[in-house]
């Protein structure tokens, strides 16, 4: 069974940083597309930002933009979030997702992690 295992969320201060990493278990989702969504407590689940499988193209949330960057490495099969200057708005639980479409805004995840929460205090 393929699984998504995110780590990385945790407490830090407005204007800080944090990194997510998400690990897939297994090769074949290193051609989908991948990437993040985050759900904030009372809010629907909302893109945060995806890229291809070959690394090669990258897309944001217009909230995100300029302070978030998204990665992968296709030898491990990991894709990260470096998410700097954050404001405590991002505060949610974060969502890793896997498109095998390649869709740029995920918009047909066959996969999700369980999601790690980030909290960013005033």
């Known amino acids: 069974q393929v699984q998504l295992v995110e780590s990385g969320g945790g407490l830090v201060q407005a204007g800080g940083s944090l990194r997510l990493s998400c690990a897939a278990s297994?090769?074949?989702?290193?051609?989908?597309?991948m990437g993040w969504f985050r759900q904030a407590p009372g809010k629907d689940r909302e893109f945060v930002a995806s890229?291809?499988?070959?690394?090669?193209?990258?897309y944001y949330a217009d909230s995100v933009k300029g302070r978030f960057t998204i990665s992968r490495d296709n030898a491990k099969v990991t894709v990260y979030l470096q998410m700097n200057s954050l404001k405590p708005e991002d505060t949610a639980v974060y969502y890793c997702?896997?498109?095998?479409?390649?869709?740029?805004?995920?918009?047909?995840?066959?996969?999700w992690g369980q999601g790690t929460q980030v909290t960013v205090s005033s």
């Open positions: 997702a896997a498109d095998q479409s390649g869709s740029k805004w995920l918009s047909s995840p066959g996969y």
């Open positions: 890229v291809s499988w070959s690394g090669g193209s990258q």
């Open positions: 297994a090769r074949t989702l290193s051609s989908y597309a």
